[in-house]
């Protein structure tokens, strides 16, 4: 089992930065693929960003590439997802996610998810 817990949410206007942690426990960190997805009003949960369990691959959304960088550091078995130039359009709720399989798993179907944290981007 891995227990993940999102911080880091909060309102931002257009064109700032926001910092997103999620915090993992229970198991070997290292072992796992990390993502994050969001869930925007009235939309169905989508992939945003992913890392394999070595840190060495990422992988990204058309839509936050250049913008958003997803990292880990395995000593605070935390993963980040850094965010800027936010645009409204990022608005969402935003989930942690972790797979054993690999991030090719974390980005689809994912087998640990936390609880989510809001992101409002707003003038």
């Known amino acids: 089992q891995v227990q993940l817990v999102e911080s880091g949410g909060g309102s931002v206007q257009p064109g700032g930065s926001l910092r997103l942690s999620c915090a993992a426990s229970?198991?070997?960190?290292?072992?796992?693929?990390m993502g994050w997805f969001r869930r925007a009003p009235g939309q169905e949960r989508e992939f945003v960003a992913g890392?394999?369990?070595?840190?060495?691959?990422?992988s990204y959304a058309d839509s936050v590439k250049g913008r958003f960088t997803i990292s880990r550091i395995y000593a605070k078995n935390t993963v980040y997802l850094q965010m800027n130039s936010l645009k409204p359009e990022d608005t969402a709720v935003y989930y942690c996610?972790?797979?054993?399989?690999?991030?090719?798993?974390?980005?689809?179907?994912?087998?640990?998810w936390g609880q989510g944290t809001q992101v409002t981007v707003s003038s």
């Open positions: 996610a972790a797979d054993y399989r690999g991030i090719a798993y974390v980005r689809s179907v994912p087998n640990y």
């Open positions: 229970g198991r070997t960190f290292s072992s796992y693929a």
């Open positions: 890392i394999n369990e070595s840190g060495g691959s990422t």
